[in-house]
């Protein structure tokens, strides 16, 4: 698969759907100051996988949050099933305790096929968290608590992301031109 189209697929997607549909109010501004890292992993196994996290959890830490704030793990390539996919988010979460991450930097998931739990997988809230590919998106937990203090109501990110899908609808979603994610 080619590197540069899946992070262009991902890209549209961030700033179609993310920042255009103002999913995540947080996003403009790291996509804005280009401190989003794009890395496309070529992991075929979970395991490989996990290598390449390591990696980037890493990497991630050691770099000045001015230069990447976050980072964008792309995997084409492996856990392109949901269920193995959210299995998988078990051996990441533990992954960040090893490397001795947990209160530094956390995992958010995105997939797309996403689908919470007791949702039909048609429910357009789903949406909110489905990607052209398999995606780890690494998190800085001190960035988090900024921008969590920069908004009086967080809680109602979810409520706003679900009425702005309902909505939107699936035509909508299907006009936004997206990749891989579409109802």
């Not at 949901?82 to 305790?97: G, S």
């Not at 490397?99 to 995992?107: A, E, M, N, R, Y």
Request: aromatic fraction near 8%; proline fraction near 6%.
């Amino acid at each position: 698969m080619n590197q540069e189209q899946v992070i262009a697929d991902t890209r549209d997607w961030v700033v179609k759907a993310v920042i255009g549909l103002n999913l995540c109010p947080f996003a403009k501004a790291v996509h804005v100051n280009e401190r989003i890292r794009y890395v496309v992993s070529d992991a075929t196994e979970p395991e490989a996988l996990l290598k390449d996290l390591a990696r980037e959890l890493l990497a991630l830490n050691r770099a000045d949050p001015e230069d990447v704030d976050t980072t964008l793990l792309i995997h084409p390539g492996v856990l392109t099933d949901f269920l193995e996919f959210n299995d998988f988010l078990d051996a990441a979460d533990a992954l960040v305790d090893e490397l001795k991450l947990d209160g530094v930097l956390q995992i958010a998931d995105f997939h797309p096929d996403y689908q919470f739990e007791g949702s039909a997988p048609d429910d357009i809230a789903n949406y909110s968290n489905r990607s052209p590919y398999p995606t780890l998106h690494l998190l800085r937990e001190e960035s988090i608590t900024r921008a969590v203090e920069s908004m009086p109501d967080t809680a109602a990110i979810f409520e706003n992301n679900l009425d702005t899908l309902e909505r939107l609808g699936p035509d909508g979603w299907q006009a936004l031109g997206l990749k891989r994610a579409t109802p």
